[in-house]
């Protein structure tokens, strides 16, 4: 008998053997970590037993998560040319001035006529009075394309962000555009603006860049307990018989608590809920504690 061949035939078995085992573990993981359609039945009849509508598509996935540590991505100098020169055209007679912001924290900020951009520690707010110009705006589609022109000036990738919008009435929009790291939203790191007939009136920026995953992976609620948590909560703070409309529910990253935003920070897994009416809720995801934003 060839030794020789058998014991290779016998590393190939075992080699085999091992990576059906691998996958069978993973497949069982997955299933673990998977919304089943049952769950996903039983808590939106639960819901609406309870007045409250889910018209959205649940996460499907809620696998185990690590905390990130984020800090403000400032802003270079070449960078803060760039945006003068979109904002102002030319830099002359621009009023140049600090600003105290915080105990803590100043900004640099430019004025020029209606128009006043501002630099802070990962953060970049623009504003103009815009009360007396006259009105180009008369759709969402319209604002929505004044918005994504702008982040495509500063550079931004529109098919790297996930935006939502709110309308408020008398053709005023707001809209968010995240930003998404490796599949997770990052909730302290969004563009807002603030977009009236008669143009955009204010954007507001914060940039947090994910700097490192700290500790081991935590297992994380599913989304139907996530949702049960949110409708006890919900219901003591509501009239009986009001009706609750839920938009949508994501998953993120949230720095929680907040410090000052001026080093890094620990940001821990969060489920949002968004209702038809703007609030959103955040739940920590480690413990389904909830706060209302």
Not at 68 to 78: A, N, Y
Not at 93 to 121: C, H, P, W
Request: cysteine-free; proline content about 3%.
């Amino acid at each position: 008998m060839n030794w020789k061949k058998v014991k290779n035939v016998l590393i190939i078995i075992f080699l085999i053997i091992n990576g059906i085992l691998g996958y069978m573990n993973y497949q069982r993981k997955v299933q673990a970590f998977t919304l089943t359609s049952h769950q996903e039945n039983n808590i939106k009849r639960l819901l609406y037993s309870n007045n409250i509508m889910l018209y959205t598509l649940l996460p499907q996935k809620y696998p185990s998560m690590k905390k990130l540590i984020l800090e403000p991505k400032s802003v270079s100098g070449e960078e803060e040319k760039k945006i003068l020169k979109l904002i102002f055209g030319d830099v002359e007679d621009i009023t140049v001035y600090l600003e105290s912001i915080s105990k803590n924290r100043m900004q640099t900020v430019y004025s020029k006529g209606a128009r006043k951009l501002s630099f802070s520690e990962g953060r970049i707010v623009y504003e103009e009075d815009i009360n007396s110009k006259p009105k180009t705006i008369g759709s969402k589609e319209e604002s929505k394309n004044l918005a994504d022109k702008f982040l495509k000036s500063l550079g931004y990738q529109l098919s790297e962000l996930e935006w939502d919008f709110k309308d408020e009435g008398n053709g005023q929009y707001k809209y968010l555009y995240y930003e998404v790291y490796k599949g997770n939203l990052i909730y302290d790191s969004y563009i807002e603006f603030v977009i009236k007939p008669q143009g955009i009136e204010k954007v507001d920026i914060y940039r947090m860049k994910p700097v490192r995953y700290i500790e081991l992976s935590r297992s994380i609620y599913a989304p139907d307990e996530i949702l049960f948590g949110f409708m006890n909560q919900v219901k003591r703070e509501t009239n009986p018989g009001d009706i609750i409309i839920i938009q949508k529910v994501d998953i993120g990253y949230l720095i929680s608590p907040k410090g000052e935003g001026v080093k890094e920070e620990e940001a821990i897994p969060h489920y949002r809920i968004t209702l038809a009416d703007g609030r959103y809720y955040h739940i920590n995801a480690y413990n389904n504690e909830i706060f209302l934003n």
